[in-house]
């Protein structure tokens, strides 16, 4: 979860194989060269080889996202 207008710095190795899904409010992925792009509840996406900077929320209630990943062997 990213608080109103809160912000995350994206660190790409904790996202290696990982789905994430977009449950509430809305994410916004800031990008090093100063992209970025909005994803909404429902929004199905990934984290890794996009040359993220941050994860954003823009909006004025919580943001909630799901990470999904396979199990890695031991």
Do not use: Y
Not at 7 to 29: F, N
Request: net charge neutral; charged share 25%.
């Amino acid at each position: 979860m990213i608080e109103p207008g809160g912000c995350r710095p994206h660190v790409e190795e904790e996202w290696v194989g990982v789905l994430v899904v977009v449950k509430a409010g809305e994410i916004e992925l800031q990008c090093r060269h100063g992209g970025a792009r909005r994803f909404v509840e429902g929004h199905v996406l990934w984290f890794t080889g996009l040359d993220l900077r941050t994860v954003h929320n823009p909006r004025s209630e919580p943001a909630v996202f799901l990470a999904v990943s396979r199990l890695r062997p031991a």
